[in-house]
């Protein structure tokens, strides 16, 4: 009788999480154990048909120097490694010693994507351990600057492109990928990257970066997730003009050729991975938006910058009101401007006027926007009958075209307001409660507008959202110091906590890392058929509730990034009874009692596993 692990979660859960756990231990693979003694029955086992170099090749199988005297053996691999075998503890004593003689953090990058070329296992073993240190690395804010430099550091291919050469060809050449499951897929057509502008296919770190967190923050499998690049071209002259740039050298497609290039995609997609979770990032703003409306209710999907980075910041400004020692059900008793008018800035607005409406308070919908004061590169969004104010409006902050605000950001529209005024003139003019910066555009909270902020309010909750760090609207410390230490702070990248005047004021990141490896991981689990503007309500709502009163006091609104597992639990447990709820999920699983043990087993945890060689047939 097998004692395995595997075999015995299998028989305890339901049906979505017996096909992800029994498809790398097929009975099959369980019964051919019998045949290796060596083996401890209950050690998890893998099996494949590689052998020799291309098993110690393979980042999927490789263990570096951590096969045993046995596996060696089996696989073909003796005199091929060193002769002493070491365990993962030991290896990662020498990757941490290398990774601490790399001098800066984009020379970090390389050699963590090298060790993720390498060896898979101890790439997200070294993550999951280091996450709070090591995310800002493979992720935000240095995945930045690799986006930028793509072209000059690249190594190793990793995920699908997809180019305007393929047209035609999109549905064949999907089934290149080399495997048949896949859980999640992160796309960028690279034409706004981070607060970074077009970089085109060197976007592609970004799918790369965000399902690596996936992996080591929401437990998906690393064979299930493919990081994809659209690319219909750059409009950014120098990567045009730079020989050593990788993608297509032409100007971006637009208009229906665009559209039509991202619906063949999705198409040839859907045809091999109808059940995957799709997250559109990084796409600038409008399609952005009429991607995601056009495919949001066919397919399971969603955009991460409008809707992931609303349910955080949305998160964040309710933890501010409890921090603030008021109920999180008077949202609309603030007053909240937002510098930033692309999808992440009216995305995060639509999901703090949904919860207002949702809370009762406000009496239509309208009233809820009256709440809002949005301002785009030019200043407010305000009436131009009024007159313009010159002033001091922001710097051009890639927005698009003022001229061509669309009806969703015209709903924030001031009517009683004069158009363009500078962020300054609205604070004084309104006394705001909270500000919001998801411009792209480094500095626009200035000192003159977030002082005359703290004059009208006890605790500022200041929340400069853009990325990398150098796009931030302002400092951590130019808040705390332009408030007199009174904000409550929170940015999209991360900064240090403040000393100041002999007090640690307290740095929260609010990031849509927080939300998506949760929302990937109920999704996958309840194999839900949507995603849902509820999931993400309710997405806010829980990681809003995950400080105790203590940590409020002193600042903190939510858990960090190095705490990313435990906030997945508790966030795919909340997506998955929203599926159920909504009748979405298609997976075998009763909501109550057992659903975050469910969660908790489904999750990947990288340890090595015992290979074992099938015959090819
Ligand atoms: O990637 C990040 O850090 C957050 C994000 O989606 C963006 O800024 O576009
Ligand atoms: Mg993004």
Redesign the pocket.
Known sequence: MLRNPALKTVHAATQSFVTSQVRNYSRRALTTLAAFPDLRMETMVQTTTKHGMDVIHDPLLSKGTAFSLSERERLGIRGLVPPRTQEMDKQLQRIIRNLRECRTPLEKFIFMTALQDRNETLYYRLLIDKLEELSQII???T??EACQRFHSIYRRSRGMYFSTLDRGQMAAMVHNWPHDQVDVIVVTDGS????LGDLGANGMQ?PI??LSLYVAGGGIRPTSILPVVLDVGTNNESLLDDPLYLGMGHRRLEGDEYYSFVDEWVHAIQNRYPNALIQF??FKYPHAYNLLHKYQDKICCFN??IQ??SAVALAGVLAALKARGKSIDNLNEERIICVGAGS?GVGVCEGIIDCMVEQGKVKSREEAYSKIWMLDQHGLIGNSQLGATDGTAPAPIGLGDRASLDERQLCYIKKDMKDRMSLEEVVKAIKPTVMLGLS?APGVFTEGAVRAMADGVEKPVVFP????TH?SECTAEQAFEWTDGRAIFAS??PFKDVEYKGKTCKVNQI???MSFPGLGLGITVSRSSRVTGKMFMETAITIANMASEEQLKSGVLFPGVGQLREVSKEVAAKVCEVAYEQGLARANLTPGSNLKTVIEESMWNPSYVSLIRLADH
Do not use: C
Not at 465 to 468: I, K
């Open positions: 992720y935000t804010p995945v930045g706004r990257v981070l607060g970004i970066g965000k990032e990084d991460d910058d992931s980075t992440a792209g959202l853009s990325n990398p796009q999209g990248s990031n849509n890392a």
